[in-house]
């Protein structure tokens, strides 16, 4: 029964892996070097998937103690989220970091982002996933 509470968290960090693999290989086979990164790969991918799981696991426990305030709560830590991540954007990648990094960076952001927000939208429409 704690597995179906936290079911999404789960979810979001095997989808992260699944991608972090899938986008590892193919840095790999179209040659991309990646050892000049300031941020590594892995560490960025660790740091989008410490804050999902973070961010699906309090939403879990909000949203079986009081369904009325998921919405609000993703709001606030999506909030948090956004400006821990502009800062550290700002801080490691803006200054100097190549396009590829920034776009790498910003886009696994903008995707962690959409699977947090898809996944809760699922769960407040109370639809199985």
Known sequence: MVLEH???????????????????TAFVTLGIDTTNFRLSLEY??????FFSVVI?????VVFQK????????????????VIVISI???AYIIPGGNPVEKWNFFGLFVLFLFLETYITGKRLNNTKF
């Open 6 to 24: 936290y079911k999404s968290s789960f979810q979001i960090f095997f989808i992260g892996v699944l991608l972090y693999v899938i986008q590892k």
């Open 44 to 49: 960025t991918y660790l740091m989008m998937l």
């Open 56 to 60: 699906m696991t309090i939403l879990n």
């Open 66 to 81: 009081s369904k009325d305030v998921v919405g609000m709560t993703f709001l606030l830590i999506t909030t948090i989220k």
């Open 88 to 90: 550290i954007g700002k």
